[in-house]
């Protein structure tokens, strides 16, 4: 589990994370969620299937919200938001990269 922390930058806190026949996953639910939305976008990019610039940054408002209401309040979203949330932005920032190597090549050809 170390690995994730070094080189995921997951905290990993048991209160924020998912168990498995009471075994912690390596990584907290919202980078479970991110994770499994980068993977879902490589195959959606791979079928020719791209959201516009807009959509992207609007999937990224949850996580930012929620993240950032946690960060400067005492509120504390549940594993559920928190996966979501994370789902879809690693959807978005899965999307996005691809956008940004292909305007890099582009610019570069």
Known sequence: MLLFHKYWGCHQLASRSFFVYGYQLPLCA??????????????????????????????????????????????????T?????GFLSGFAIGMLLYKCICCVIEYII
């Open 81 to 85: 938001k928190r996966v979501i949330s």
């Open 30 to 79: 919202r980078c479970v969620g991110i994770l499994v939305g980068e993977i879902l976008s490589i195959f959606f990019i791979f079928n020719g299937i791209l959201l516009d610039y807009k959509w992207l940054f609007l999937l990224l408002l949850p996580m930012i919200t929620d993240g950032g209401i946690q960060l400067v309040s005492s509120y504390e979203s549940s594993n």
